[in-house]
Every structure is written in C-alpha cells, then in structure tokens.
C-alpha cells in the first residue's frame, strides 16, 4: 500500500523556523513531482511549493524567499525548510507526489501536519 507520512509540524512563535518531512512508502517505481500544499480554516487548499524529479522548484509568492523545498530521492522524501514563520501561515500542510506504482500513474496525498504560529 502506498503511503506518503508527514512530519514536522508544531507550534512556533512568529519569526521562528519549522521543517517538514514527508516519507513515500510502498511499492514505488518512480516518483516524479513533489509538493507541499495547506490549507486553513475556511479558506481552499492552495500550492506552497512544488519540486520536480530533476530539482526544478516553484512556490508560491507568499512563501517565496521564507520556505524552501528539496527531496532526497534515494530516501523518498521531500522536505520544507519554513523560516521567518508568520501567524498567516497557520494551516494543515500536505504532501503530495505523483508516483508511478504497482496500480500505475496516480498522485498521492498524505494525511496532513498542523502548522501553528502564534506567540
């Protein structure tokens, strides 16, 4: 069964730091885009960063220059670095992947970690 499991998540105050883990397991052939998503109380989910299998990235204006995505795919994972935290960036982050597996090309979804910035 495959699964993406994230990590990371807390209570921080304004200004702090905060990284996140995601862990794809399973019977993974191939693991192509990686992503973080969030999403806050009655708001939509919306893109935080994304990552491509060569490294190529991509983020949101509100996050640019603050978090930073990367992955390590001899481990599966994909990580956000979160720094200079702000009480607007209080939300579930998810992770995401498209991965080629046993049952094909699918994009995956992990459970969610609470982010909480607040003094």
């Known amino acids: 069964q495959v699964q993406l499991v994230e990590s990371g998540g807390g209570l921080v105050q304004p200004g702090g730091s905060l990284r996140l883990s995601c862990a794809a397991s399973?019977?993974?052939?191939?693991?192509?885009?990686m992503g973080w998503y969030r999403q806050a109380p009655e708001k939509q989910r919306e893109l935080v960063a994304v990552?491509?299998?060569?490294?190529?990235?991509n983020s949101a204006d509100s996050v640019r220059g603050r978090f930073t995505i990367s992955r390590d795919n001899a481990k599966n994972m994909v990580y956000l670095q979160m720094n200079s935290l702000k009480p607007e960036d209080t939300a579930v982050y998810y992770c995401?992947?498209?991965?080629?597996?046993?049952?094909?090309?699918?994009?995956?979804w992990g459970q969610g970690t609470q982010v909480t910035v607040s003094s």
């Open positions: 995401n992947a498209d991965l080629g597996t046993g049952d094909g090309h699918g994009r995956y």
């Open positions: 399973g019977t993974i052939f191939s693991i192509y885009r």
């Open positions: 990552i491509t299998s060569g490294g190529s990235t």
